[in-house]
């Protein structure tokens, strides 16, 4: 039987600014935007990805302190592509780190306006074999 992980919840202290981050600086597209009579749901999707991130004001998504999630991961096929994007649509990035020449070696990190962090993998292999294959 196969499990996959295909949405996350992200603690947020402000939906409206946790939009605008993901979607406008960070590049992940909106999928849902709903009202569900008793709290919103808000659903974003990185591109190329099997797997969004959840955040709203219902009851559950609540439990989890706004900025307590750290070392989500995202793997990219150009780390400097990627980190370039990103400071350019104002996000503020970490500096690229190599631990050795291995492809997956790479890293840099960001963080969002409630302090949830974010590491950035290079895997260069991604460019020829994404996971999800594109149509």
């Avoid at 960070?26 to 591109?47: K, M, N, S, Y």
């Avoid at 990805?49 to 070392?71: I, K, N, Y």
Wanted: aromatic share 8%.
């Amino acid at each position: 039987m196969d499990f996959t992980l295909e949405v996350v919840t992200l603690p947020v202290s402000d939906v409206d600014a946790a939009i605008a981050f993901y979607r406008d600086g960070v590049g992940f597209h909106l999928d849902h935007d709903v009202d569900a009579g008793f709290g919103r749901v808000v659903q974003l999707t990185p591109p190329g990805s099997g797997c969004s991130v959840v955040f709203g004001t219902m009851p559950a998504m609540q439990r989890m302190e706004p900025g307590s999630l750290h070392g989500l991961q995202l793997v990219v096929a150009d780390a400097v592509a990627a980190r370039d994007g990103l400071t350019a649509r104002g996000v503020a990035c970490d500096d690229i780190t190599s631990f050795d020449e291995r492809d997956g070696s790479t890293f840099f990190g960001f963080a969002d306006p409630d302090g949830n962090t974010w590491a950035v993998q290079q895997i260069r292999a991604r460019a020829e074999n994404p996971l999800i294959p594109r149509s």
